[in-house]
């Protein structure tokens, strides 16, 4: 099983939106609805910013939003600040297994 | 409070054994996966495997089955994942984290092994 794909790298300007992509198959992103997102900061701890695909845990902004189209899953994140600038993986569940995403890293210029 | 505390910077050399600890503290240690998440110098994120510490269910990704080896003992609220003969390659940061559904909720701080002959 490979890593799930995701663009190396996405940019944007304080107060746009970006969205970042999550490329699976159909025996992961595509088979379950357990897809989650996370933010990671330089020498920090992953953070969950979504899960199950679309729910936003309590305490994180509602700038960030999930969704999923087939093998697909997307976050988007609008209305962009400094603070939201690091890497960020996605993570599917696939049957017995799970996986990471390569990891985007997000400039906010 | 949900605290997952792991255990500090460990060196190595290598074909050393190492044994890592991740506490957790604030919920029902018994009722939720620990998972242990690679991270290389300068890399993403690789799921290693999670642990069920109620009944000790361990499922281990294809890419580490037989490198490591995950446990639990949930009389003391406690996790660990360990290596009997390390390798340089297995420098990098390990992170414990607290999972239910495949999400993973509560993350410790990270331990930091290097190994270095």
């Known amino acids: 099983q490979s890593a799930l794909t995701q663009p190396a790298s996405v940019s944007g300007s304080p107060g746009q939106s970006i969205t970042i992509s999550c490329t699976g198959t159909s025996s992961d992103v595509g088979s379950f609805n357990f897809v989650s997102w996370y933010q990671q900061h330089p020498g920090k701890a992953p953070k969950l910013m979504i899960y199950e695909g679309i729910k936003r845990p309590s305490g994180v902004s509602n700038r960030f939003s999930g969704s999923k189209s087939g093998n697909t899953a997307s976050l988007t994140i609008s209305g962009l600040q400094t603070e939201d600038e690091g890497d960020y993986y996605c993570c599917s569940y696939a049957g017995g297994n799970t996986l990471f995403g390569g990891g985007t890293k997000l400039s906010v210029l | ?89 297995d420098t990098a940061m390990y992170y414990c984290a607290g999972c239910k559904d495949a999400t993973c909720d509560y993350w410790g701080q990270g331990t930091l092994v290097t190994v270095s002959s």
Do not use: H
């Open chain 2, 1 to 89: 409070e949900v605290q997952l505390v792991q255990s500090g910077a460990e060196v190595k050399k290598p074909g050393e054994s190492l044994k890592i600890s991740c506490k957790g503290s604030g919920y029902s240690f018994k009722d939720y996966w620990i998972a242990w998440v690679r991270q290389m110098p300068g890399k993403g994120l690789e799921w290693m495997g999670i642990i069920y510490p109620g009944d000790s269910d361990t499922r281990y990704s294809p890419s580490f089955q037989g490198q490591v080896t995950i446990s639990a003992d949930k009389s003391i609220n406690t996790a660990y994942l360990q290596w009997n003969s390390l390798e340089a390659s």
